[in-house]
């Protein structure tokens, strides 16, 4: 049997619902009754009384005067009622038309007239699913924030204020917001916005007018936003995020990024590779230092002994490095006079050897390293003798000149002799 993979869209309706348990929508408007019915179909208020119309909660009316803060209107020939004058969205003029809802018959039998429901009911009409509107934040629950837009009520799950969950919403109180509306439906008085979509899409516009600065082989400035054990990822401008994988760190080992880096550190950085249309790039540090290979030749000579460490063990050998970026095979036949079978049971990691080079081949950036001295016997050990001043007693032994010295007191000088 097959499964079938979430989408985005059932992800966010998970999030929305799990967000709406226990909230009820209406109740964020319990200022204003609930509608049963659309504009269209006559919808009527509940609570309204019944007038001029039938049953519609929504009553057409002329009118006849404006007097004061009242307007009066004429329903019929024989029915008047009274509006006031501040429900009008601008000032109300004899002869034109519009649409009550009835409150009731004050004691001269006038009809008490509202249009409260007439904006509210034209206002949900006017916000359609995929709109910018601004919200006013009026208090939050355990799902999330309740605002409201225009006289509408709305609520945002708490997974969308935020590109990031946001731990702390009433912070969010009081202040007025750019949302988009992911959900409408009129009927329900249901409403729900996304602050998060917003952020989303002005982040991949601003990532997309970045992209166009990247390229492999380009230098930039870029800020650590958080460190893993494989990497440090690097924020190189307009939200856009690159690896900088440990192995591109620093020319030495690094065994932990953490000893290089740190978040929040600005560096500079070299685009390596460009994949899956930016989603992927790959940094590196370590490509703008010095190739330390470049210079080896005047600084490491044929069978000069030097201090190295462990970096890794392999089958066949062990790794040494003795500077920052270079490192050398001390291969398993070199590590001692008697036969080795296994690496780790002669070094590990992070020891601190001395070695000799035995062949520098800059050109391709390999050393073979040896354990022994060019006479067979271990490093620093008694039989260990510089190879050096052996050959300076015996050029000695052999000259005609009378020496300070005999060939024995040599040799004695060389076997004390430190490598």
């Not at 995929?130 to 934040?137: D, L, M, N, P, T």
Request: aromatic letters at 4%; charged letters at 25%.
């Amino acid at each position: 049997m097959s499964s079938k993979k979430n989408t985005p869209k059932d992800a966010l309706s998970a999030e929305i619902e799990a967000a709406l348990d226990g909230v009820e929508l209406q109740n964020l408007d319990a200022d204003r009754p609930a509608r049963t019915g659309s504009p269209r179909d006559g919808g009527k208020p509940a609570g309204s009384a019944r007038g001029p119309g039938g049953s519609r909660g929504l009553v057409p009316g002329l009118i006849v005067g404006v007097h004061g803060d009242d307007v009066i209107v004429e329903l019929s020939p024989t029915r008047q009622g009274i509006c006031p004058r501040a429900q009008f969205d601008k000032e109300p003029v004899v002869g034109e038309r519009s649409e009550f809802t009835l409150g009731g018959q004050d004691p001269d039998g006038l009809w008490i007239l509202s249009r409260r429901e007439l904006q509210a009911l034209a206002a949900w009409d006017a916000v359609e699913k995929g709109s910018r509107v601004e919200a006013k934040v009026t208090g939050q629950n355990t799902g999330g924030l309740e605002l409201k837009v225009g006289p509408n009520p709305a609520f945002m799950p708490a997974s969308q204020v935020g590109l990031a969950r946001e731990e702390n919403l009433a912070q969010y109180i009081g202040k007025t917001l750019e949302v988009m509306v992911i959900e409408v439906d009129p009927e329900r008085r249901r409403m729900l916005v996304s602050r998060r979509a917003l952020l989303e899409a002005a982040r991949d516009a601003a990532r997309e007018q970045s992209m166009g600065a990247i390229a492999v082989g380009k230098v930039l400035r870029g800020r650590i936003t958080r460190i893993e054990k494989f990497g440090a990822f690097v924020d190189i401008g307009g939200g856009v995020e690159g690896l900088l994988h440990v192995s591109n760190l620093s020319r030495g080992h690094v065994a932990d990024p953490n000893d290089v880096v740190k978040k929040g550190q600005e560096l500079e950085v070299l685009v390596l590779k460009i994949e899956e249309g930016g989603k992927r790039i790959g940094l590196g540090t370590k490509q703008l230092e010095a190739d330390p290979w470049q210079s080896l030749g005047g600084k490491y000579q044929l069978d000069q002994v030097v201090p190295g460490k462990v970096v890794r063990l392999t089958e066949f050998g062990a790794f040494v490095e003795i500077e920052p970026g270079i490192d050398g095979l001390l291969h398993v036949s070199a590590m001692a006079k008697e036969r080795v079978r296994k690496p780790q049971d002669v070094l590990k990691v992070g020891q601190e050897i001395a070695v000799r080079i035995a062949t520098i081949d800059a050109a391709r950036q390999r050393l073979s390293l040896s354990r022994l001295d060019p006479r067979g016997a271990l490093i620093g050990s008694e039989d260990s003798v510089d190879s050096g001043v052996i050959d300076e007693a015996l050029a000695r032994s052999q000259s005609s000149t009378p020496q300070g010295t005999n060939l024995g007191s040599l040799f004695k000088k060389a076997m004390h002799k430190k490598p």
